[in-house]
């Protein structure tokens, strides 16, 4: 079977394959992308949408920093606003000793030269979330950070890369990946592919990729839950997190209130879904109750599980392949790589074209992981 040839096959169409497919096309490189299912199928389109620099690991700042500047303009990039808004994130303090935790992450960061995580006094956690129980002591907050629309956002991304002459083929799940002299043979759904460069960006199946190459990775596929309640009156602006509890929530606009923050239900990956477990559900309700006492019985209308790559170590892949040359892994995003987005399908373009990236990633390489002997094929 003849072989369609382009200048680089990306494996995985979500937002960091579509991402690196954009900022390639702008350098003047030709991309495939072959994505399994079809873009926003996983994370990308189903996550909470949270545009968010706080908390975030240190190895990671940088590259968040950089992302929020990519987001405040996200229509240069991909011609839509993507439903973002810079609602403000705040992570509250419950105890004495969790504000001290606060007080030194923010000296740490200020140390770095960071300013954007702020400690604040319960009198301006109060002013900013009024409704929010007594007994909290102060937050970090974060006043540009913000959120956004993942499914729309995706679309966003994926209606880009194709203006900008990005093949997408979509259902084509790649089942082998071989080495022909210099170049990379992918097959899919019954094509073949061929590329001097390979980019692995296949979320909760970047291992698996991985170990086609001769790479590996310890891949945690992990189904992140997310519920939607009735609409309520409006009582936060904020994406409001918890130091001491797993917790993520935000109003919209129009009265419905997402809450999430780390419960999982359970990932099938090797079936393509994701099965939501209702008793983490509760837990995450209770929580909520506990911070907003006031709040009255509110009917959960929605709830959902989107699979995501968590890695031991909490942070992702991003960088060459250890394995063999001419290949780059950004995958394992652990839950937060909606907003670094826009940056890694950068920084992976500046490696692939000029062999160095603009910011810090030795943090991300996959030389900490130890190697498995390559299978060359899936399933
Ligand atoms: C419920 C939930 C809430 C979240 N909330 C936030 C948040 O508020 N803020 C934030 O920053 N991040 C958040 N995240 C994390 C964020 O969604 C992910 O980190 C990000 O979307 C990962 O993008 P990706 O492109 O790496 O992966 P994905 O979107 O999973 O894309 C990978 C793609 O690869 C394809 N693929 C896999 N294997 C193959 C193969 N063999 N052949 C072809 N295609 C293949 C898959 O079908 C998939 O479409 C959340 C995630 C979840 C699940």
Same mark, same amino acid.
């Given at each position: 079977?003849?072989?369609? #040839?382009?200048?680089?096959?990306?494996?995985?169409?979500?937002?960091?394959?579509?991402? #690196?497919?954009?900022?390639?096309?702008?350098?003047?490189?030709?991309?495939?992308?072959?994505?399994?299912?079809?873009?926003?199928? %996983?994370?990308?389109?189903?996550?909470?949408?949270? $545009?968010?620099?706080?908390?975030?690991?240190?190895?990671?700042?940088?590259?968040?920093?950089?992302?929020?500047?990519?987001?405040?303009?996200?229509?240069?990039?991909?011609? *839509?606003?993507?439903?973002?808004?810079?609602?403000?994130?705040?992570?509250?303090?419950?105890?004495?000793?969790?504000?001290?935790?606060?007080?030194?992450?923010?000296?740490?960061? &200020?140390?770095?030269?960071?300013?954007?995580?702020?400690?604040?006094?319960?009198?301006?956690?109060?002013?900013?979330?009024?409704?929010?129980?007594?007994?909290?002591?102060?937050?970090?907050?974060?006043?540009?950070?913000? /959120?956004? @629309?993942?499914?729309?956002?995706?679309?966003?991304?994926?209606?880009?890369?194709?203006?900008?002459?990005?093949? $997408?083929?979509? !259902?084509?799940?790649?089942?082998?990946?071989?080495?022909?002299?210099?170049?990379? &043979?992918?097959?899919?759904?019954?094509? @073949?592919?061929?590329?001097?460069?390979?980019?692995?960006?296949?979320? /909760?199946?970047? %291992?698996?990729?991985?170990?086609?190459?001769?790479? *590996?990775?310890?891949?945690?596929?992990? /189904?992140?839950?997310?519920?939607? #309640?009735?609409?309520?009156?409006?009582?936060?602006?904020?994406?409001?997190?918890?130091?001491?509890?797993?917790?993520?929530?935000?109003?919209?606009? @129009?009265?419905?209130?997402?809450?999430?923050?780390?419960?999982?239900?359970? /990932?099938?990956?090797?079936? @393509?879904?994701?099965?939501?477990?209702?008793?983490?559900?509760?837990?995450?309700?209770?929580?909520?109750?506990?911070?907003?006492?006031?709040?009255?019985?509110?009917?959960?209308?929605?709830?959902?599980?989107?699979?995501?790559?968590?890695?031991?170590?909490? $942070?992702?892949?991003?960088?060459?392949?250890?394995? $063999?040359?001419?290949?780059?892994?950004?995958?394992?995003?652990?839950?937060? !790589?909606? &907003?670094?987005?826009?940056?890694?399908?950068?920084?992976?373009?500046?490696?692939? #074209?000029?062999?160095?990236?603009?910011?810090?990633?030795?943090?991300?390489?996959?030389?900490?992981? *130890?190697?498995?002997?390559?299978?060359?094929?899936?399933?």
């Amino acid at each position: 079977m003849t072989a369609s #040839t382009c200048d680089a096959i990306i494996i995985g169409g979500g937002l960091h394959g579509l991402s #690196t497919a954009i900022h390639l096309a702008e350098a003047g490189v030709r991309a495939v992308v072959v994505e399994k299912d079809h873009p926003g199928r %996983h994370a990308s389109g189903v996550n909470a949408g949270g $545009v968010r620099r706080l908390g975030r690991h240190l190895a990671e700042v940088p590259l968040s920093v950089a992302a929020r500047e990519i987001w405040e303009d996200i229509e240069d990039f991909v011609s *839509d606003d993507c439903g973002f808004t810079a609602c403000g994130h705040i992570q509250i303090a419950e105890t004495e000793s969790e504000l001290a935790q606060q007080a030194d992450r923010v000296d740490q960061l &200020q140390a770095l030269g960071f300013a954007h995580e702020q400690l604040i006094d319960k009198a301006s956690l109060r002013e900013i979330v009024p409704a929010l129980a007594h007994h909290c002591l102060g937050a970090i907050w974060c006043a540009d950070d913000g /959120a956004a @629309n993942p499914y729309r956002t995706t679309q966003a991304y994926f209606r880009t890369a194709q203006a900008l002459g990005v093949r $997408v083929e979509l !259902g084509a799940a790649v089942t082998a990946i071989e080495r022909l002299g210099g170049d990379w &043979q992918v097959s899919a759904a019954g094509q @073949n592919f061929q590329a001097p460069v390979l980019v692995n960006t296949a979320g /909760a199946w970047g %291992h698996q990729v991985c170990r086609m190459i001769g790479d *590996d990775a310890q891949v945690e596929p992990a /189904a992140l839950m997310l519920m939607i #309640t009735e609409r309520v009156a409006p009582f936060i602006t904020p994406v409001l997190g918890a130091v001491g509890r797993k917790l993520s929530f935000k109003q919209y606009g @129009n009265g419905t209130v997402m809450i999430g923050g780390g419960q999982r239900g359970r /990932a099938l990956p090797e079936r @393509n879904i994701a099965e939501t477990k209702l008793a983490g559900m509760g837990n995450s309700a209770v929580t909520v109750k506990a911070l907003f006492p006031q709040l009255g019985p509110v009917n959960v209308v929605r709830c959902w599980a989107g699979i995501e790559a968590m890695m031991p170590d909490g $942070v992702p892949v991003i960088g060459p392949s250890r394995a $063999v040359k001419g290949a780059y892994h950004a995958f394992g995003f652990c839950g937060h !790589g909606f &907003q670094l987005s826009p940056i890694v399908g950068r920084l992976l373009a500046e490696l692939i #074209t000029t062999g160095q990236a603009s910011l810090p990633i030795e943090a991300f390489s996959i030389d900490r992981f *130890d190697v498995l002997p390559a299978n060359g094929s899936i399933g």
